[in-house]
C-alpha cells in the first residue's frame, strides 16, 4: 500500500500540503459520512467513507515520508480517528440502521479498542493494534457492508444489514478491546 500511497504522499507535500491538514480533511470526511448515514444517503456515506480512509492513510505517509513526523502530529491523528469513529458508528445508529443500546455498545467497544492501544504505550510497551477488530478492519467492514446495503436495503429478521454489522462490531470490538488489556496486563 506505501508504494501506492508514498508517491502521492510526497506529491501533496511538494505542493503544500500538511499531513494535519490531511487529517482535518479526513475529520470532514467522517463527519459528512455520519450525517449522510444518518440521513439514509448511502451513496454519499460509502464516498465520504473512502475519503476518509484515504486522508487517514495518507496523512501518516506524508508524516513520514516528509520526515515531518511529530507527537503533536500523532496526538491530531488520534483524537481526530476517534471523532471519526464516533461520527461514523453515531451516524449508523442514529439513522435507525440499529437500536441505539446496541449503536452504544459499539461506540464503546471501538473507543476502548482505541483507547487500550495507545495506553498499552503510555505504559512502556508499545503500541498495541493486536486483536480480532482495528481501526482499519471497521472501516473495510463499514465499507463493504455499506455498499452490500445499497443491493439489499431490505431487514433481515430484525435489522437491515447495516444494523447486522453492527451487532458484530458490538460484540467484536469490546470482545478486541479485552483481548488487548489481557495482552497489555501480562506485558507490564
Given at each position: 500500500?506505501?508504494?501506492?500511497?508514498n508517491p502521492i504522499a510526497l506529491a501533496?507535500?511538494?505542493?503544500?500540503?500538511?499531513?494535519?491538514?490531511?487529517?482535518?480533511?479526513?475529520?470532514?470526511?467522517?463527519?459528512?459520512?455520519?450525517?449522510?448515514?444518518?440521513?439514509?444517503?448511502?451513496?454519499?456515506?460509502?464516498?465520504?467513507?473512502?475519503?476518509?480512509?484515504?486522508?487517514?492513510?495518507?496523512?501518516?505517509?506524508?508524516?513520514?515520508?516528509?520526515?515531518?513526523?511529530?507527537?503533536?502530529?500523532?496526538?491530531?491523528?488520534?483524537?481526530?480517528?476517534?471523532?471519526?469513529?464516533?461520527?461514523?458508528?453515531?451516524?449508523?445508529?442514529?439513522?435507525?440502521?440499529?437500536?441505539?443500546?446496541?449503536?452504544?455498545?459499539?461506540?464503546?467497544?471501538?473507543?476502548?479498542?482505541?483507547?487500550?492501544?495507545?495506553?498499552?504505550?503510555?505504559?512502556?510497551?508499545?503500541?498495541?493494534?493486536?486483536?480480532?477488530?482495528?481501526?482499519?478492519?471497521?472501516?473495510?467492514?463499514?465499507?463493504?457492508?455499506?455498499?452490500?446495503?445499497?443491493?439489499?436495503?431490505?431487514?433481515?429478521?430484525?435489522?437491515?444489514?447495516?444494523?447486522?454489522?453492527?451487532?458484530?462490531?458490538?460484540?467484536?470490538?469490546?470482545?478486541?478491546?479485552?483481548q488487548r488489556f489481557y495482552l497489555v496486563?501480562?506485558?507490564?
Amino acid at each position: 500500500m506505501g508504494r501506492i500511497l508514498n508517491p502521492i504522499a510526497l506529491a501533496l507535500y511538494k505542493h503544500g500540503v500538511s499531513a494535519n491538514q490531511l487529517s482535518a480533511l479526513s475529520l470532514v470526511s467522517a463527519v459528512v459520512a455520519g450525517v449522510a448515514f444518518y440521513a439514509q444517503l448511502l451513496s454519499l456515506a460509502i464516498l465520504a467513507l473512502a475519503c476518509n480512509a484515504l486522508f487517514d492513510a495518507l496523512d501518516g505517509c506524508l508524516a513520514r515520508s516528509s520526515s515531518s513526523e511529530s507527537l503533536q502530529g500523532d496526538l491530531i491523528d488520534h483524537v481526530i480517528d476517534r471523532y471519526a469513529d464516533i461520527f461514523i458508528f453515531g451516524g449508523i445508529t442514529l439513522g435507525g440502521y440499529v437500536a441505539w443500546q446496541i449503536g452504544l455498545l459499539a461506540i464503546v467497544g471501538v473507543l476502548m479498542t482505541s483507547y487500550l492501544g495507545t495506553q498499552a504505550q503510555a505504559l512502556g510497551v508499545g503500541r498495541n493494534y493486536r486483536g480480532l477488530l482495528g481501526r482499519a478492519d471497521r472501516l473495510v467492514l463499514i465499507f463493504f457492508v455499506a455498499l452490500l446495503s445499497l443491493i439489499f436495503p431490505e431487514n433481515v429478521i430484525w435489522f437491515p444489514l447495516l444494523g447486522w454489522m453492527m451487532v458484530f462490531v458490538a460484540l467484536a470490538s469490546n470482545f478486541t478491546a479485552l483481548q488487548r488489556f489481557y495482552l497489555v496486563y501480562h506485558q507490564v
